[in-house]
């Protein structure tokens, strides 16, 4: 109970309000922003390889369609290459900057990735504990365990450093840290699936991921600088029951990513309060549809990117449906709904709307909001709630930023709050970011796969969206919002390859 209300203290005194935005330093710090790069450098490095052809995009959607690849050098590389890999080197005026196939607020990358693996030749003839490198594209050999793992299936665990998102966005930031572990599960779960793969969230405790990639050996890091453990991942699933090896003291140490820190005592106490038995949801009841066929999963995923301005154009309805539907893919999220703001849809007026993705939900939903709201059924779970022109709301509402007016709709993801949190504590509030996050990553690739573009809001006035719905209590709270619409390309930056090989 106790961690339940710091989680509910945390939420509410981190919300941006239009007088008072969440605690942050205000101005950016640029001689301690943290290295986007953790290194640990005593360890051997593996070089991954690199795989260019991949499956049409529209398959990974399709059950069975895909054969599944067997577990080896090649299939992991392409694995982690397409899910935390870099994507794209960008450059204007004199600097440069690395995006990745993983959306990530303000770019700062917290998360971190590990592999524990049975022995994969090219990789080591023991089973091992590894960290992913992404800017070399290379596996950070961390442990050999003399204990062999069960064949064909492996872990991936992901964890944060909350301090790279707290540079910037202070005592906010540990929730965006949640929706880019979010974002990157599912950028794992897309890849997964384009080797045929599933990949599954294993209900595991906080403090066993910590000691199985040894992120509570604590010397190992600067104080400042310590991984919050987040997801434990299952691919290629096996039907043996899970059993974690034993990571002994490890002798690598962490690079020192910031010269110098600032000190944010609420980030501990919400990491701490939220520690657990990682939860698992029940699955959405409605599958996603197979898309139209589509380019090949592999150029959608690098060319995602996050626009930066919109060109205020409509899109027509198949495409908005079909940018819903997508988000039937991410099937353990079924306490997410968006509340939209349609501004441009040919055949739909402009609005706000629902779209319940829990059928389960929407009485609750009807009795929680505005009761002028009209709720006129238009199909596949979107209800149109009030005609209007809500673009000047939208901006407003998303700090101001004009991306929210000019895409073509523009939403939150209004989660089933307090009943989460009841059900299986404080880590319940983490959970629900990690499922916002995972569907943010998939729209990005469904909007992507469409021509279209999308931007991940995090910055938003959270009680004033509230009171526009009408939401007076806890029962529903939004914690990620979005827009898609067509990006205007700043043709003054430049992009060239990630790697050479
Ligand atoms: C959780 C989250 C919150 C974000 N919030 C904002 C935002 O409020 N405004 C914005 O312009 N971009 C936002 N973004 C987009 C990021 O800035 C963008 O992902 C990052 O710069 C990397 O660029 P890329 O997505 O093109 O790879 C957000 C992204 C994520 C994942």
């Keep these: 109970m106790k961690n339940i209300t710091t989680a509910l203290t945390y939420h509410d005194s981190t919300k941006h309000r239009p007088q008072r935005y969440a605690a942050s330093l205000g101005y950016m710090d640029w001689a301690t922003q943290a290295d986007p790069y953790l290194r640990y450098e005593d360890a051997p490095l593996i070089a991954l390889s690199h795989v260019d052809v991949t499956p049409p995009y529209h398959l990974l959607f399709e059950p069975d369609a895909l054969p599944t690849a067997p577990l080896c050098y090649e299939s992991l590389s392409q694995l982690l290459r397409y899910s935390l890999g870099l994507a794209a080197i960008k450059s204007q005026g004199g600097s440069s900057w690395a995006l990745r196939c993983n959306a990530s607020s303000g770019n700062l990358q917290p998360t971190e990735c590990y592999v524990i693996a049975p022995a994969i030749e090219g990789i080591s003839s023991h089973s091992t504990l590894s960290h ?24 991936v665990a992901l964890s944060s450093i909350i301090w790279r998102e707290a540079w910037k966005y202070g005592e906010r930031s540990w929730r965006y840290c949640q929706l880019d572990a979010g974002h990157a599960y599912q950028a794992i779960k897309t890849a997964a699936a384009m080797l045929g793969w599933e990949c599954q969230i294993q209900s595991v405790r906080s403090t066993e991921i910590a000691s199985l990639c040894g992120l509570d050996q604590l010397e190992r890091f600067d104080q400042h600088e310590y991984e919050s453990p987040d997801m434990l991942l299952r691919i290629c699933v096996s039907k043996e029951a899970l059993i974690l090896p034993l990571t002994p003291k490890l002798p690598t140490r962490a690079n020192l990513l910031s010269p110098s820190h600032h000190d944010w005592p609420i980030l501990k106490i919400i ?22 066929p589509s380019k090949s999963a592999g150029e959608i995923i690098l060319k995602r990117r996050s626009a930066q301005a919109m060109d205020g154009s409509a899109i027509t309805e198949t495409q908005f449906r079909q940018i819903l539907d997508s988000s039937l893919f991410c099937n353990e999220t079924s306490d997410v709904h968006f509340m939209m703001f349609v501004h441009r849809v040919e055949g739909l007026s402009k609005g706000l709307y629902a779209f319940i993705r829990n059928i389960d939900d929407l009485e609750a939903m009807k009795e929680s909001m505005d009761t002028t709201f009209v709720w006129e059924d238009c199909n596949d779970g979107l209800y149109l709630l009030q005609l209007g022109d809500y673009r000047g709301v939208a901006q407003r509402i998303s700090c101001n ?3 929210a007016k000019e895409g073509a709709f523009s ?4 989660c089933k709050f307090a009943e989460s949190l009841e059900l299986h504590g404080a880590i319940g509030y983490k959970n629900l970011y990690h499922q916002c996050g995972a569907i943010g990553q998939m729209l990005y690739l469904e909007s992507t796969s469409l021509g279209l573009s999308a931007t991940g809001i995090g910055c938003f006035l959270d ?33 060239q390859q990630p790697y050479t090989y």
Excluded: C, N
């Design 411 to 414: 939403f939150g993801m209004v």
């Design 271 to 292: 990491d701490k309060a939220t520690q657990g038995l990682y939860p698992l949801t029940s699955s959405l009841q409605t599958q996603r549809h197979t898309p139209p």
């Design 132 to 155: 992913y490198a992404p800017r070399e594209h290379a596996l950070e050999l961390l442990h050999t365990y003399d204990e062999k793992l069960p064949e064909g299936t492996f872990l």
């Design 401 to 403: 930023q004009e991306i």
């Design 463 to 495: 009680d004033e969206f509230h009171a526009l719905l009408g939401l007076t209590d806890q029962r529903f709270q939004s914690l990620y919002h979005f827009t898609i619409g067509r990006a205007i390309v700043d043709t003054r930056i430049s992009t």
